[in-house]
């Protein structure tokens, strides 16, 4: 073991000074496992970055809630039947409210696109949604300062507003936003509560950061018909595991209230998170097998270059190799000292490319929250290794294997 | 005592669809302390002996003991072994690491016989400054002249403590002042009870040697003692101990 020890330090001596004595050439074997690591590790930090903006946004809708509507999120049913379906109204809400049992709260949601104003700032194309107090119980949103709208103030249509973080930013940037007065469509609505940070990029326009929440009677009266667009009916279960049940029997509910016959196919759709999450899924997944393919597909790349210089390397100190034999080296010190020298290019480049990475992600983390992890960089590491260690198999096989009487005639 | 016992041992090289006889049939000892030259015209098998004496290569057929040990059934790591520990070679073209300073050279070997860092630091510095070359210790081969670089190899060739010096030609690429200061040297080292082996094709570098093996066709035509040695003139600068 002593020995052992011994010996891979002392070839990691020569390979240092094999390094050190040919530069230009480590450098440029160095390039292509630079070019794979840094690859391997962005990749891998993008795809873990947009993975968590988006579990991040996904956790504000809560993983517990129904939301009932005309149109379906993921559906094999044909687009021109579903838009067929009959628009839910207001009173298909009332009614569903009243008979359901299970859920914990129900909303009805009816979403409007207006301008805001504020003194000189102005916001144009802002999703609004009108809904109930009820709303909040729907979601896990958290405030800022101040609080939702109550069922008294939806119930008798308040010109009241909830601002998400984005627009509260916006129109108030140094001033804090309650009571303040805006224009809504040119309508003046108060402002009642500011939410804290929610979601991120990845829900679009559905962002509740990028949205402003007023009673849905205010909707219906000045910006929007449930004629032209349905409502959706936003339904929270008690609890997770109660999510099935819930959703059995909101089918059912939903089936009386809309007088649909034994038999008959429903006319509404039943969408949760959890299609959001396989679609989301499966898109990383493809994402991630395509990044791994290219960024594995330069890395091997990277690999026969090193693969290639390490031949021409072994191929060029056949004498080196011919006078460590005569005066006593073994076909194993032969054997460590080349894959040592590859080993160590790989994990030089390989820090290289971590470090080029970090500085990468610190330039996307602008785009998308990326931060390295600590197992990417056990990854860099790992890989580099083992990328030299593979490469330099062959060429360090075929130096061991030399006869020392050629090599030292070798000129 | 014998260090080195050959009996009977032929080399046979396919060349081609031809089969070359470098050596046929050769018996040969060498005691302790002896200062052997090895003579022969090229193609008389000279090198090839040369390499099996120094167990770079093994036998066709025959008997080789070193020191007791049969070689000839040796496994290529226990060649290494045998080459590492008991055999210091000095050949005609140096044969140093060019990119490594003189010490490194020398200590060489030692890092294949394991040992330890400031030990062979030590002994390589003291190798050097026995052949007169202490202040050289961090000059590069191609900052030193031929005769500076055989003294190099000497120093790294005597530091295991071998029981054989094999040198090929050790004068061949070094004018004639330089080569008469090496064959004083080597002179020096067979005072100090070393057994050397000496490798060459000029009669007058073989005159320093005690005995003359003349080879041809493979064979050894005549094993004599050495009529009119020459000593050599120019006293080393240098002591070995």
Known sequence: MKYFLYEIKESLFIALRAIRANKVRSILTMLGIVIGVTSVVVMSTAIKGIDKAFQDGISSMGSDVLYIDKWAWFSNTDWWKIRARKNLTLEDYEKFRSIAKLPIAVAPTLWTNQNIKYEDESLSSIFCTGSTGEYIKTTNFTFASGRFFTDVESNSSRYVAVLGSDIAKSLFPNSNPIDKTIKIGGIDFKVVGALDVQGSFIMGSFNPDKQIYIPIGTVLKHFQSSKQRSITINVRAANPAMVAETKEEAEAVMRQVRGIKFGEESNFSINQQEGIQKSFDSTVGVIQIAGLFITGLSLFVGAIGIMNIMFVSVKERTKEIGIRKAIGATRRSILGQFILESAVICLIGGLIGLGIAIILSKIVNNILPTSIQYDSVVLAILISLITGVIAGFAPAYSAAKMDPVDALRYE | ?241
């Open chain 2, 1 to 241: 005592m014998n260090i080195i016992n050959i009996e009977h041992i032929a080399k046979l090289y396919q060349v081609g669809s031809e089969e070359v006889h470098a050596l046929r049939d050769v018996s040969l000892r060498i005691d302790k302390n002896e200062y052997v030259a090895i003579m022969g015209p090229s193609g008389s098998g000279k090198s090839t002996l040369m390499n099996m004496l120094g167990c770079l290569d093994t036998p066709t057929s025959g008997k080789y003991e070193f020191n007791g040990n049969n070689v000839s059934a040796m496994s290529d790591n226990d060649l290494a072994r045998i080459r590492n520990k008991e055999i210091g070679f000095v050949f005609q073209t140096f044969n140093l690491l060019p990119r490594s300073d003189s010490l490194h050279n020398v200590e060489l070997p030692m890092i294949y016989a394991g040992v330890p860092s400031a030990e062979r630091k030590e002994r390589a510095k003291k190798a050097l400054e026995n052949v007169g070359l202490g202040e050289r210790i961090h000059h590069k081969p191609n900052e030193l002249s031929g005769g500076q670089r055989q003294r190099v190899a000497v120093a790294r060739a005597l530091v295991t403590r071998p029981s054989i010096i094999l040198a090929d030609e050790p004068t061949g690429n070094l004018d004639s002042k330089t080569g008469e200061e090496i064959m004083s040297l080597f002179n020096e080292i067979h005072k100090n009870g070393n057994t050397i082996i000496l490798v060459t094709h000029e009669e007058y570098i073989a005159d320093h040697a005690l005995r003359i093996i003349r080879l041809k066709d493979g064979l050894i035509e005549k094993d004599t003692p050495v009529e009119k040695r020459i000593i050599p003139t120019v006293k080393p600068l240098y002591s070995i101990s």
